[in-house]
Structures are given as structure tokens and as C-alpha cells.
């Protein structure tokens, strides 16, 4: 339970800062560095995934 608690907090942790760039590659190395602190490689691969499809969701049509 912890440990899903854990993982629920750093993805929601890692969406919310890959907003913070302007661009795709801003948001998925701002992710990806968030993810890192928090959970090392495996954390920033899926910060930089999560910033990337951040993103490419708030890209205009």
C-alpha cells in the first residue's frame, strides 16, 4: 500500500512539474529530472514520459 502511494505521488509529482516548460522537450527534461530526484533512472524515464505526453496533449491542433 505504501509503496502504490509512493508511485501515485510521483507520477501526479511528475506531471505537475512537466508543465512547467514551454516546450515539448522543456516539459519531458523538467519531468524527467523531477522523476530522478525522486525515484532515480527508473523515475526519470517515466518523468520524461510523462512530460513528453503532457506535451503532446497541450499542443496545439
Known amino acids: 500500500m505504501k509503496r502504490t502511494t509512493i508511485t ?17 522537450e522543456q516539459r519531458a527534461a523538467t519531468g524527467a529530472v523531477a522523476g530522478a530526484v525522486v525515484a532515480g ?7 520524461g514520459a510523462a512530460g513528453a505526453a503532457v506535451g503532446q496533449a497541450q499542443k496545439p491542433n
Do not use: D, K, N
Not at 12 to 24: M, R, V, Y
Not at 41 to 47: E, H, M, N, Q
Open 8 to 24: 501515485l505521488f510521483v507520477a501526479i509529482t511528475a506531471l505537475a512539474a512537466a508543465a512547467c516548460g514551454q516546450t515539448i
Open 41 to 47: 533512472p527508473i523515475g526519470a524515464a517515466v518523468g
